[in-house]
């Protein structure tokens, strides 16, 4: 261990000495040797929990909402729904591999949206008593059978592109 030693000369005659030790560099309780400091900011006057809550709660709405709307729907509009909504999804998916632009955020909310209409299917075939395994047969057939449209998002392009066109043939006319 270390000191240190200073003295200190007064105007009297006897001087004095005054001896610390350092504190070691790396003690044995603790490695932190500096000063902790805690900032809170308050940006927002709703607690946390009650903020986190009232978020969901409306997350929550919007998802029933949706589902009660899907509810709604008869059991082959669903299925041409979900038809539509991969068709849908392979478009952005393409959009994404060319580097156009896009909304990431469409991704999830396809997926989602795909997956709750698929959900209340089962829950249908569930009620008529359709057990796991004859649904997963009638799902393949169901696959088989479904023909190879444009997606309503090709469509929409298509549809933008001819206007777009029949725009400027009127301007050089």
Avoid: Y
């Amino acid at each position: 261990m270390l000191s240190l030693t200073f003295s200190i000369a007064s105007s009297s005659s006897s001087s004095s000495t005054l001896s610390f030790s350092p504190k070691p560099l790396f003690p044995s309780k603790s490695s932190f040797n500096g000063i902790h400091l805690r900032l809170r900011h308050n940006v927002c006057s709703i607690p946390l929990t009650q903020r986190s809550a009232s978020v969901s709660v409306v997350m929550m709405a919007k998802r029933e909402q949706e589902m009660e709307e899907i509810r709604k729907l008869s059991t082959e509009k669903i299925n041409e729904e979900v038809v539509d909504l991969k068709g849908d999804l392979l478009m952005l998916r393409l959009q994404k591999s060319a580097r156009n632009e896009f909304k990431s955020s469409e991704f999830s909310r396809m997926r989602k949206r795909i997956a709750r209409m698929l959900t209340v299917k089962r829950e249908r075939e569930l009620e008529e008593g359709i057990n796991k395994r004859l649904s997963r047969k009638l799902d393949k057939k169901w696959k088989k059978s479904i023909v190879v449209r444009p997606s309503p998002l090709l469509i929409k392009l298509r549809e933008e592109e001819a206007a777009a066109e029949a725009a400027e043939a009127e301007n050089a006319a």
